[in-house]
């Protein structure tokens, strides 16, 4: 059986209990552990899928076809393991199996109760993963904020746990802030101490207590806290501000984290911590030899986590390259004829996006015209690709009607259109074609160029399709269907001849791009982007060499 870490969260939320987990995880696993993370949570929504981004960011797909918290993207991406449907559970998905079950006669007799029957099922779901002999220690992150109404059947079931369970195979950790008070000159330590002591009402005593912080946290203030929160000074660790995600293993290393709770737990079977090939990518991270500059074309732009893997992809592939990728948001919805080439001027690659429903597909459009004609690096993923797709219909074929059936049903030529088996779904959640399906590669194509391999698999998560019925007249034209799923013949990547680098696929790239794996489109399209951004320079150069002489 394995051991499990619990991550709580106090004092405010976005401390980053996803970054902290996670780092935790890889320090274990550097160690020769096998670890998993899981996320419970809150919130009444049987998934996230249901979201706008604007409420919680993107919707991370798993292997199995999930949607799932952000979170689980930051797991993937550092500890490079496939998460699953079972690593995020949330209050809406506890009570829908409750409530089933109930509907079922399986309680018959009994008045169905938060005490005991939605702990036990979360309880059920806590040790589940940890119960197949496949990993050493399960970390579970409960999302929201301890005081909060909604996550108080997590933390009961953990203050369960911890008394049920040996008291060898549970740590709590609680991740708080230290906030710097100016005007004081002072590092304030009393938030935390109210967060632990709702804690400790709730029945759960940590036994480490992550503190971030924008200042060091000297002895004196560690021990504060200690004696304060009533935990040992060692188990008081320092999470200062770094200037990127990757570097917080590194930090959790120095403070010793992994060590506390491994001795917490007492495993004594580990390794030295084996962090080379994580080092490495930091170093390139850190240094780069040069610099170009994406524009993402989108709508979510207001929100950061809004496109998080697609952002964290370019900086894997950006490391690969040894270059600096800076993303330049572009918002769609402001984008017109007009404007577009003051709008994306200074670009070396042109990202459009992934997205749902008619606003702002227009800018989308007219931005990849102005990358088709230009020669500049197109890369467009999910509804970037159908853009891609409209476009070439409207302006190359002359279909000057062309659309996708999405934003206009009426449309005389339905280019991209809903797929058969969406035709008679009704209910929004978990219906799309979700998670991962194999795709066939033409040999000789951008794409096989790119993945170096005929077959590959990738995740999804759309309704609407290439609509073959036009492929003839594309692929005549110079669009050409370089990847399809060898069971239906669905279009999954288009490529145009003649053209440096143009490419939209239907699934979505950025959700299997890992420290260790950078995604092999994004690597390829940030050296397209180089290489352009190179022969701008050669020109600009004798230009410049003229004017000085
Ligand atoms: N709205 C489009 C569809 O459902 C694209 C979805 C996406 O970009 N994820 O097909």
Redesign the pocket.
Known sequence: MAKYIFVTGGVTSSLGKGIISASLAKLLQSRGLRVTIQKFDPYINVDPGTLNPYEHGECYVTEDGAETDLDLGHYERFLNIYTSQANNVTTGRIYQTVINKEREGAYLGKTVQVVPHITDEIKKRMLELGQGGNYDVVITEIGGTVGDIESLPFVEAVRQLQWELPEEDTVVVHLTLIPYLKAAKELKTKPTQHSVKMLNQEGVHPDMIVCRTERPLLPELRRKIALFCNVKQEGVIEAADVPTIYEVPVAMMREKLDVICLKKLNITNYNEPDLTKWKEFLNKLKYPKSRVTIGLIGKYLELQDAYKSILESFIHAGAVNECQVQVMNVHSEFITADNVSEKLAGLDGLLVA????HRGVEGKITAVKYARERGLPFFG????M?MAVIEFARNVLGLKEAHST?MDPETKDPVIDLMEEQKKITAKGGT?RLGAYPCDLKEGSLAYKIYGKAAISERH?????FNNKYLGQFEQAGMKASGKNPGTGLVEIIELTGHPFFIGVQY?PELKSTVENPQPVFVHFVKAAKAYAEKKNEVKNPLLQNEMT
């Open positions: 992934p997205g749902f429903g993923i999910c509804l970037g159908q999405e799309m998560r759309h309704r609407w399709e979505h």
